[in-house]
């Protein structure tokens, strides 16, 4: 069956445009009597094209980059090490603004120099407003994070305050998670309702820009409907095919071997100005429309974060994820500085007969003697022996195991999972890596230290299964479907559902968000009971986010699976876990 696995889910937005080109753009800002423009700049915004084009389409009489009005980029490496860190792969979360990185001095240069420019005056670049509180118009150009991560591999972003083009991505990436992107999310949350428009350069050379009046409005409307963003692929040492095929990805690939289907931290959006396309970052919908989206309880227990992810991990034709445990809570927000850790589920999406996860310890095994037969792999000398410490399980179609934090596992070569999880999602430890290397040919990076301090030792083979080994329970059923409550276990703060259904399910948001995957059937169709938005059909292995303003909502079978049994896993928060979890 040909895939109809929708890469690029658009939300229509009516009565508003959109401006494309610089010179309509130019146009479009030249309106009024506006003498000084300010252009605030995400990180990775490709700021050399923008001053190019506002030279050549505005002629201004001077343009200032803010850049310049920074401290030294040796000054601002100083000041982000203790938050980037010596780790290969993990800092520590920084509570840094961006006022920290302008040197007050070179700010007041600048401020002179625009108070005595008599022509149409541009300062561009990050702290555009802040450097110049008095500009006439201001313009905010964002960039989605997975677009930023794709200049990172081209040499064409580098970090906040940095040159650092050359750098390799991972330490990029690090840097902008713990660093660039909280101090910048801090400010966009600030200035952006204060801007007048909001400027899309995700494409280069191809800018688009809309009302910020329109941003928001667009943002209103998104929460009352069901929603995808949009999702992104990336290839791994141990990747499959099977992704290739289901969402219709490029065959010349070798593999892909990640699914990121919904971690609004770093997903897009894709907004409709009727025959143009805005791409914004999905975490501004987090951020200007949380309790809408996440529901008031939520809200109130994680902030503006979305709580949830959910991606997938393609193995089939490909090789075992590597060994691996994440962080207990009280380890991650001493050592990293988040809140709350990552508890996860593996969802099997799909499964070859012989699919098999690791999960959990064998009984009476030797922890020192385990992490020293990890070193001496780590180091070459033997390859780690992963069957006399852990634990085997076959697994088929649609079971779904837990693994809360602590919990030593990995997933096997041949399976598809739908990966369920808490958002904090770069902490993995990995303890063993097959002796592999990575696509970029080097050793990935292996977190012995970490994974010992945090390895729970008494889960193994019994407690495992006693505890977290196809959690699957009745709830309730009807004619034509069936709810069963499955896979993620008591310690963890999100609860899912599994409907079988050949009929019309009723479903509520209960006021919390609900974010669901078609797990079998070819589409279904969500409707509102009382038409408070359009019917929004949805395809295999889709995720789609209900937010909890919308309340009842239905899925039925549709298209070529009426009539049929369809099945949807749907996440949500525990109400009763919030406080336990993220507050204390």
Known sequence: MKSNFN??????????????????????????????????????????????????????ERIFNTTEAMKSEDEITEMVEKYVTDDPVFGYITPLELEDYFDPSKVAVLQKSIDHSNGC??????GASLVYSKSDLSVYADMPRWEIQMRYRNNTACNLGRTNYTDSVAYQYKHAYFV???????????????????????????????????????????????????????????????????????????N??????????????????????????????????????????VY??????????????????????????????????????????????????????????????????NPERMMEDLTAAQHGNIPFDTEEYVQKWPVRKHDHVSIPAGTVHCSGADSVVLEI???????????????????DGKPRPISLKHGNNVIQWDRTTSWVKENILNLTESVAEGDGWREERTGLDALSFIETRRHWFTKKVIHHTEGVVNVLNLVEGHEVIVESPDHRFEPYVIHYAETFIVPADIGAYTIMPYGESAGKECVTIKASIRRDMIAEKVLN
């Open 300 to 365: 109130e227990g994680f902030g503006d974060e979305f709580p949830i992810r959910f991606d997938f991990l393609d193995t089939m034709e490909g090789g075992n994820l590597s060994l691996q445990v994440h962080p207990l809570k009280e380890y991650i927000k001493e050592k990293f500085g988040m809140p709350y850790t990552q508890d996860e589920s593996y969802y099997m999406l799909d499964a070859k007969d012989d699919a098999f996860v690791y999960l959990g310890l064998k009984e009476n095994i």
């Open 421 to 439: 999880s808490a958002t904090p999602y770069i902490f993995t430890f990995k303890l063993w890596d097959w002796g592999r290397m990575g696509l």
């Open 256 to 297: 892909y071997a990640w699914g990121f289907d919904c971690v609004p931290e770093e997903n897009s959006l894709l907004l409709g100005f009727g025959d143009q396309v805005v791409e914004i970052p999905a975490i501004n919908l987090v951020f200007f429309q949380p309790e809408a989206l996440l529901g008031k309880q």
């Open 121 to 126: 005056t541009v300062i561009i670049g990050p």
């Open 180 to 254: 660039d992107w909280r101090v910048c999310d801090r400010y966009k949350k600030r200035i952006l309702k204060s801007c007048q428009f909001v400027l899309d350069t995700t494409l280069p050379h191809h800018p688009k820009m809309i009302g910020v009046q329109a941003l928001l409005e667009a943002l209103q409307k998104t929460v009352k409907r069901p929603f995808r963003v949009v999702p992104f692929f990336d290839p791994g040492p141990w990747g499959g095919q099977w992704l290739k095929e289901v969402c219709d990805l490029d065959r010349s690939r070798p």
């Open 7 to 60: 890469k690029y889910p658009i939300i229509e937005i009516q009565g508003h445009t959109c401006t494309t080109g610089w010179e309509n753009i130019a146009k479009a800002l030249q309106k009024g009597t506006s003498k000084i423009i300010a252009i605030e700049c995400y990180p990775g915004v490709l700021l050399e094209e923008i001053i190019t084009s506002v030279q050549e389409w505005l002629s201004p």
